[in-house]
């Protein structure tokens, strides 16, 4: 009787740590949506990798352009990775919801035309911090809402989530 116990209490926590994951270890996610920018509105596309049951790698790509009018027009091309820490485990979240904090780096080719001067092209590395959240409506599909900087989506981000 203690064993079944036992492995009834052993199958229920490894269950729950299961349920509390936000990205099960080996999989993978999909994410887009738009961001905001004082150059434009980005538009976004990442993918995330579970490489530890509280932390997610990350690759993303972004796209904006903007026209000022007649004298002058920016676009901004970024590709990024990232690496997020996921706190449902540690806060006992719900596995619907899934909290993060993390870091990345970008890279940007930005160019710009100014009808008075000349067309410019300009490349940077941008260091990052973000925090996010997000809210799944099935296994697979959620909704996203992150804040952050240092990237080109500078200041929020929100779109949508796939399980792959």
Do not use: C
């Amino acid at each position: 009787m203690k064993k079944n116990i036992f492995i009834a209490l052993v199958s229920l926590t490894a269950w729950g740590a299961f349920a509390q994951s936000p990205l099960e270890k080996g999989r993978w996610q999909l994410n887009a949506g738009l961001g905001t920018s004082g150059w434009g509105t980005p538009v976004y596309l990442g993918f995330d990798y579970g490489a530890h049951r509280d932390i997610t790698i990350g690759i993303e790509g972004s796209y904006q352009s903007h026209d000022y009018g007649a004298n002058y027009s920016s676009t901004i091309f970024g590709l990024g990775v990232n690496g997020n820490y996921h706190f449902n485990r540690v806060l006992d979240i719900p596995s619907d919801w899934d909290l993060y904090a993390g870091l990345g780096v970008t890279y940007y080719n930005w160019n710009y035309s100014d009808k008075k001067y000349k067309d410019s092209n300009a490349t940077d590395i941008g260091l990052g911090a973000q925090i996010g959240g997000r809210y799944f409506f099935t296994k697979r599909f959620g909704i996203n809402l992150e804040l952050g900087g240092g990237n080109a989506t500078n200041g929020a981000k929100i779109g949508i989530t796939y399980k792959l």
